[in-house]
Nanobody, 123 residues
Framework: VQLQASGGGLVQPGGSLRLSCAAS????????IGWFRQAPGKGREGVSC????????YYAGSVKGRFTTSRDNAKNTVVLQMNSLKPEDTAVYYC?????????????????WGQGTQVTVSS
């Protein structure tokens, strides 16, 4: 059972990146999925979470309207499309999977974690 996040990199402010979270050993369609980030010196932040029960999606206020997360069941991946990136979006981004919907999009209650991918927004 493994999750792997990819797609990070260096981008200028206003640019876009597309992160992917690929699973091996299990099917992501049967899990709640979350994207989280951690910037240097800061705590973990829930960026976006997809409910297992009803497919609804939560976005943190800081990314709402700029980030979109979606499932690609054919590829057994979840994608985080990040547009209009800002320097404050710089962080290591992680994807995680939970067998049941956690109460909050905070990271607690997620069973499997990817290794993280660095996103740096800088001119």
């Amino acid at each position: 059972v493994q999750l792997q996040a990819s797609g990070g990199g260096l981008v200028q402010p206003g640019g876009s990146l597309r992160l992917s979270c690929a699973a091996s050993g299990f099917t992501l369609d049967y899990y709640a999925i979350g994207w989280f980030r951690q910037a240097p010196g800061k705590g973990r932040e829930g960026v976006s979470c997809i409910s297992l029960n009803d497919g609804s999606t939560y976005y943190a206020g800081s990314v709402k309207g700029r980030f979109t997360t979606s499932r690609d069941n054919a590829k057994n991946t979840v994608v985080l499309q990040m547009n209009s990136l800002k320097p404050e979006d710089t962080a290591v981004y992680y994807c995680a999977a939970a067998t049941a919907d956690p109460l909050y999009c905070s990271g607690y209650g997620y069973d499997y974690w990817g290794q993280g991918t660095q996103v740096t927004v800088s001119s």
